[in-house]
Nanobody
């Protein structure tokens, strides 16, 4: 009923930038909080950035000042602007959202992930 699709990943050099997108589609009534997570090889998945329905944001200490999360409610899309990328930002990035469907069902949904590789 609901799909989240991430895009925008790729290979970038240290210091470069990427913008990830997370587009939701399907029988959506409303999208509440959305988070961007990442999982590096051999490590646990971690929360990178989070945005509430009213636009409040918070970030992991490791990305503060470099990453910016934003949302376009008209497009059901959340973005993650990543600047000053470092090798340690290399990971698969996932978005997750709490979504209420048109039949009033509330649940958390995950995208399939997009690879970000930062080369030094």
């Amino acid at each position: 009923q609901v799909q989240l699709v991430e895009s925008g990943g790729g290979l970038v050099q240290t210091g470069g930038s990427l913008r990830l997108s997370c587009a939701a589609s399907g029988r959506i009534f409303s999208i509440n909080a959305v988070g961007w997570y990442r999982q590096a090889l051999g490590k646990q998945r971690e929360l990178v950035a989070h945005i509430t329905s009213d636009g409040s944001t918070n970030y992991a200490d490791s990305v503060k000042g470099r990453f910016t999360i934003s949302r376009d409610n008209a497009k059901n899309t959340v973005y993650l602007q990543m600047n000053s990328l470092k090798a340690e930002d290399t990971a698969v990035y996932y978005c997750a959202a709490e979504i209420r469907t048109t039949d009033w069902f509330l649940s958390n949904y995950w995208g399939q992930g997009t690879q970000v590789t930062v080369s030094s």
